[in-house]
């Protein structure tokens, strides 16, 4: 088998692996880069996308998906798979999909010569790792991985074999441990909830999100929550699927819709506040006084990079991601051969690598 690196290792975002097997060609998502010019897609030749035979995808989020529609628009017709989950967050730009339970049904299947097993990733509602086996060679994908989660399952990673593995180190060398990241930044949104009253969370879609909300319940923050209808909608999900949702049953999952409250928490389904009914909510939040809080990662040119440019917003990392000594751990836990971090600037690989 040989890995070819279209896009993830040595930069964050444009995460896709293009697998060419004895049998079998396919691609390991299809991300973008943010805020490039040329669009910032995976380093993929015309040859590449025509020999390839489906693509899987560990989940929705834009940096593994977001250059599906330009490899449909590049001659790609054949199946993508995917979880039913991440099929449903990704239905507007990926009209038809092939559900991974229906060809793996309980984590393990075959598609055509190429044996595939897969877990859920704890990263978000939908999100897997897989291991692909092909003549007795095998590659693992951790995907965004991480299993210190409050509301996401993460069937974890032990005594796994692979020739090759990819995995997640996207927090580069850092090695603080979960704990002190979640202590640190309840202490932090505490300070700025007693300075501004009313603080604005933009978070991605789907993910972490609820994590920051149950982790505010856990801490007892006392104040009231807000959110979006996307955000209402998925606090609603959790309760309804104990497959993809942990935290069941608690008194945690509660917001209500925003409306112009001056005292609170508001969390709004954009990160990077792109939209014009986020770009809306911002203003009139901002206009009351409040703060914004940014969790993951700002992306160029965004309103949120230019609200914390202003002052107007501040990062308090969340993490939904392995950091260095995660990293270290999960690769002692199991039996790889060869490893390659990916999801960091940091760390750098080779573009091929045969095995
Ligand atoms: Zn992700
Ligand atoms: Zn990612």
């Not at 202490?187 to 991605?204: E, G, I, M, R």
Request: charged share 20%.
């Amino acid at each position: 088998m040989r890995l070819y690196i279209a896009g993830g290792c040595g930069e964050h975002g444009r995460n896709c692996f293009y697998m060419q097997g004895e049998t079998i060609c396919f691609l390991v998502d299809c991300g973008v880069m943010a805020g490039e010019s040329g669009g910032g897609y995976p380093r993929l030749s015309q040859e590449q996308i025509h020999s390839l035979d489906c693509v899987f995808l560990t989940h929705s989020h834009a940096d593994h998906t977001g250059a599906l529609p330009w490899l449909l628009q590049n001659g790609f017709c054949g199946p993508v798979i995917a979880t039913q989950d991440t099929m449903i967050q990704l239905s507007p730009i990926l009209p038809e999909a092939v559900p991974l339970e229906s060809i793996c049904p309980g984590g393990s299947g075959c598609f055509r010569n190429l044996k595939v097993e897969w877990g859920r990733s704890g990263h978000c509602a939908g999100s897997v790792w897989y291991r692909f086996t092909e003549n007795e060679k095998t590659i693992l994908f951790s995907g965004d991985y991480t299993e210190d989660t409050l509301v996401y399952p993460c069937d974890a990673l032990r005594g796994k074999t692979a020739d090759l593995a990819v995995l997640d180190c996207a927090y580069g060398k850092d090695e603080t441990p979960f704990a002190i990241s979640c202590d640190a930044l309840v202490s932090q949104v505490a300070v700025l909830l007693k300075k501004y009253k009313l603080l604005l969370f933009p978070v991605p879609k789907y993910g972490r999100g609820l994590e920051l909300r149950k982790l505010f319940a856990d801490a007892d923050l006392k104040t009231e929550f807000y959110g979006d209808a996307l955000f209402l909608k998925n606090l609603n999900r959790v309760s309804e699927d104990p497959f993809w949702y942990t935290a069941q049953g608690a008194k945690w999952c509660t917001a209500a819709p925003y409306s112009g409250q001056k005292a609170g928490i508001v969390f709004i389904s954009d990160p990077q506040l792109r939209t014009p009914e986020a770009k809306g909510l911002a203003d009139a939040a901002l206009a009351l006084g409040g703060h914004g809080v940014m969790t993951g990662t700002v992306e160029n040119g965004t309103l949120s990079e230019r609200l914390i440019q202003q002052g107007q917003m501040t990062i308090a990392r969340y993490p939904v991601h392995l950091n260095w000594a995660q990293y270290s751990a999960l690769a002692a836990r199991n039996q790889f051969k060869q490893i390659i971090p990916y999801h960091t600037g940091v760390f750098s690989a080779p573009s091929t690598i045969a095995f």
